[in-house]
């Protein structure tokens, strides 16, 4: 597993992170012994950053992962956080530190920021992480996004060290360009000092049938630190190990994985609120005959729009 600096961050960090969303309830939801044993068996072979948030709700998933690993301590934890006030950025480190078990957290990020003017209304909570990365709570500051505006941003602020964007090959999910605009904003950044930890290299599941050609866009493309792979099994995580070692994947584990497909799936008991519609960031759902329905193309099944569901309506299957 090749080891890289996170910028002019002082984390060394593996090529490959362990995207943490797809084992909890907003996708997979899968047994806490058995989602803790998936992140056990990446450790394991090297990969030493995982992603989480607080909206995923893995938590307790990452926790039982760093009982069972005798190197927890050589675990990068990256997390974030929608709140924009001080106070409520305050308490979501708080809460991350208790349910993690953990004294410091490596990365902590402002969530999915839109634009400029996101990241103006959330000064306070970026204040919030500068003073808790003081205080030695978290170890860099961070941002997520689906934004070139906000990559270009973020080029140009001093306090934040690691962007989190979205990176695929077609540009599934940017919401302001396309992929050569992502290209070029993210260049930009790597060569301003920021760390880059990259997400949704397989367009949230859309580019599956093209896995090798997906893997080989980001893994060639020379302005990446890190990139975050969602994972729910362990056959899962030694293909994409062995694909980041740049090994030949096992036969077997080939044949388990190729036929595996997932969709957003909407029960019937959906009331048709809309909350989800007016959530989802890729305006991939819609209302019709008082029903949820899916824009299969659009989808990137990121799970987000589940966490707004008050029926718990929505899975990933």
């Known amino acids: 597993m090749e080891y890289i600096r996170l910028g002019d961050s002082n984390l060394l960090v593996s090529?490959?992170?362990?995207?943490?969303?797809?084992?909890?309830?907003?996708?997979?939801?899968?047994?806490?012994?058995e989602g803790a044993n998936v992140?056990?068996?990446?450790?394991?072979?090297?990969?030493?950053i995982i992603d989480t948030a607080?909206?995923?709700?893995?938590?307790?998933?990452?926790?039982?992962?760093?009982?069972?690993y005798e190197g927890r301590n050589n675990i990068i934890i990256?997390?974030?956080?929608?709140d924009w006030t001080y106070d409520g950025m305050k308490e979501s480190i708080k809460e991350a530190l208790r349910?993690?078990?953990?004294?410091?957290?490596?990365?902590?990020?402002?969530h999915e920021q839109e634009s400029?003017?996101?990241?103006?209304?959330?000064?306070?909570?970026?204040?919030?992480?500068?003073?808790?990365?003081?205080?030695?709570?978290?170890?860099?500051?961070?941002?997520?996004?689906?934004?070139?505006?906000v990559v270009e941003a973020i080029s140009q602020m001093g306090e934040v060290d690691v962007i989190h964007p979205i990176f695929n090959k077609r540009g599934l999910g940017i919401i302001d360009g396309n992929i050569e605009d992502m290209k070029n904003a993210i260049e930009l950044a790597f060569k301003s000092g920021k760390g880059i930890l990259a997400m949704k290299p397989l367009g949230g599941g859309n580019l599956i049938k093209n896995v090798d050609e997906a893997f080989e866009f980001?893994?060639?493309?020379?302005?990446?630190?890190?990139?975050?792979?969602?994972?729910?099994?362990?056959?899962?995580?030694?293909?994409?190990?062995?694909?980041f070692e740049g090994k030949k994947i096992d036969e077997e584990i080939i044949n388990r994985l190729k036929n595996k497909r997932r969709k957003l799936h909407v029960e019937e008991w959906?009331?048709?609120?809309?909350?989800?519609?007016?959530?989802?960031?890729?305006?991939?759902?819609?209302?019709?005959?008082?029903?949820?329905?899916?824009?299969?193309?659009?989808?990137?099944?990121?799970?987000?729009?589940?966490?707004?569901?008050?029926?718990f309506c929505l899975k990933i299957i």
């Open 270 to 311: 959906c009331e048709g609120c809309g909350d989800c519609v007016n959530n989802c960031p890729n305006d991939a759902l819609f209302i019709e005959d008082d029903i949820v329905k899916v824009k299969r193309e659009k989808c990137l099944l990121c799970g987000y729009c589940s966490a707004y569901c008050k029926n």
């Open 218 to 243: 980001v893994l060639n493309y020379p302005y990446l630190h890190s990139i975050a792979v969602g994972m729910q099994s362990v056959e899962e995580v030694h293909a994409n190990i062995s694909r």
């Open 78 to 82: 990256s997390s974030k956080s929608y």
């Open 54 to 68: 607080k909206l995923y709700k893995t938590y307790p998933y990452i926790k039982r992962a760093l009982e069972l």
């Open 39 to 48: 992140i056990l068996e990446a450790f394991n072979n090297g990969v030493n």
């Open 116 to 149: 400029r003017l996101t990241l103006k209304g959330h000064q306070e909570a970026l204040r919030c992480l500068v003073d808790a990365k003081k205080a030695g709570l978290i170890k860099a500051v961070g941002v997520s996004t689906h934004a070139v505006e």
């Open 99 to 110: 349910e993690l078990n953990v004294d410091s957290i490596g990365i902590f990020m402002m």
């Open 15 to 33: 090529k490959l992170c362990f995207g943490s969303l797809t084992i909890g309830p907003l996708q997979s939801n899968l047994p806490l012994e």
